[in-house]
């Protein structure tokens, strides 16, 4: 087993080209019964210069072939978010639909796997999927707003104008709801998009 002096480690905070958008590094330490990940450590994000208060956490399971997305939140006080693969593998999809943002439209592709030192924190306004590409994936979610359903929206995750290059050697699995979003083009007319507020998280 490693010593606890060798877990003094810090996360690390790696910040993308979408604004308030970070990848976050954490050591993975494996043997014989597994391994063992710290992904989120608070003052190491403080220190970085991140608030991320948690007020609710989500698991959600999915198989193979399973596009889930794109979701974003427009409730007045925001909702970031701090996910990780907690089994399998899978790639997360983060979309800046923010108006006024410098990289609207723009996405990363963070691939995901629970034995690997990955983690990805969104911020408030950004729209969020993911693919699973094992048998089984398991994502889970740190929220820093709770669930507000009337403020939960969604884009179609195949919308021509983003083009996202999901993974998939099959037909996608994706729910009606999904499947019938408006597209990102829809949701700017009808003023559905939330606002890009400078310094932001």
Known sequence: MVAPAERARHLKVIEMPIPGLFVLESPVWSDERGFFREWYKREDLEASG??????QANLSMSKRGVVRGMHYSVAPEGQAKLVTCAYGELDDVIVDVRVGSPTFGRFEIVHLAAS????????????????????IGILSYLLSSPFNAAMELEINPFDETLNVPWPLS??????????AAASLTERLAAKELPIFVVGAS
Do not use: Y
């Not at 408030?124 to 699973?132: D, K, L, N, R, S």
């Not at 099959?170 to 499947?179: F, L």
């Open 170 to 179: 099959g037909e996608a699995i994706v729910s009606e709801k999904d499947a």
């Open 50 to 55: 991140v608030n991320f208060p948690i007020h």
């Open 116 to 135: 690997e030192e990955r983690s990805v924190l969104l911020p408030a306004g950004a729209a969020h999927g993911f693919c699973v590409t094992s048998e």
